[in-house]
């Protein structure tokens, strides 16, 4: 293996998506070296991602780059990317809360932190979006634990649970939990069509418009014909713009592939998962449809869960008007997917002055170490 280099790395299902683990101190320095060593990882460009460890899925293709912290009060810090399939881009514009469920029990088995039994709590220091994230994970033998009776939707089998709390997580990318200072605002679609939608922050920016203002329902699912030639496109023509309207970029051109998250809600219905089991009506609080870079989400992405749930409960969105009245005043939003129901523990508080802040935002997951060993890439893309 003369021309080849080898780098530590791990696989971890976080959730319902799955990413490579790497310390940072196994990778260059150098940003754009960096960048050209996880992409040879990953086998990208290239569609089937055939020469690396990616899975030619964006739920597959996501990366976490992890390293002891040096600020007070936190174990690791935590770096997210989104690494393209087709193209040579990663982008870290914002976190994933999937992959972030994977990164405590890395820390732990990794031993970047102090272990405690039967859970030990892991700080993290998310870099995309300068939050703190809790995880307490559940530890046997000094390792973590796998096995559970937790039903995670999207996920088959049983697993453990590990509890995170996005702490403070309103205005992850802008000033706020309502980033344009209105609960709804217009948008004009290329058609013509005026709409109205709704611009948060809370872990990651995001837009939220009713299904039925654009001719849908929140039932479609990810392999739907009417979801990818009509529904994905104007999805994306909405993240574009909300983009814009809030302040992220200056052109259309300029938008990031993962930020900001996009979804269309409803008001619960019974529906039929893509696995074929029914949900009922009463067992969630409203549809919710999402896109994972360029395809319709088989599930639903954390972080963009935590920012569709405080839009749920932030008065006059067009989420508050489609939620459930018991989500509203439980502060447990459940919400219902293509893979089944994700519910989220929420809380908004509104101040004299009318300024809506998130307070809490927890979300109970799990992760699975798969694989750790030696990824080899070759030498000649350590060459600059």
Known sequence: MVDLEKIKATIIRGGTSKGIYLHAKDLPEDPEMRDKVILAIFGSPDARQINGLGGADPLTSKLAIIAPSERANVDVDYTFGYVGIATSDIDYGGNCGNIS????????????????????????????????????????GGKAVTDGDFKHHGVPGKTS?????????????????????????EMTLNDGRKIQVSIVDASNPGVFVKAADIGFTAKEMPLDE???SKLLPLMEEIRAKASIIMGLTQTLEEVAAGIPKVAIVAPSTNYITSDGIAIEKNEFDFLARTKALTVMHKAYAVTGGICVSAAALVEGTVV??????????????????????TPFQIEVQKNEQGKFRLTKSQVVGSSRRIMDGDVYIPKHVLKK
Not at 116 to 133: A, L, Q, Y
Not at 320 to 341: C, F, L, M, Y
Request: glycine letters at 12%.
């Open 101 to 140: 469920q994977g990164v405590g029990p890395f820390a732990i088995d990794e031993g970047l932190v102090n272990i405690s039994e039967p859970f030990t709590t892991v700080r993290i220091f998310n870099t995309n979006t300068n939050k703190i994230i809790e995880a307490q994970v559940p530890v046997k």
């Open 161 to 185: 649970k590990i509890f995170l709390n996005f702490e403070d997580s309103g205005g992850s990318r802008t000033d706020g939990l309502l980033p344009t200072g209105n609960v709804k605002d």
């Open 226 to 228: 009417i979801t990818t």
């Open 320 to 341: 508050n008007e489609v939620v459930s009245e018991e989500a509203k005043r439980t502060g447990t939003v459940r919400i219902g997917h293509p893979s089944g129901v």
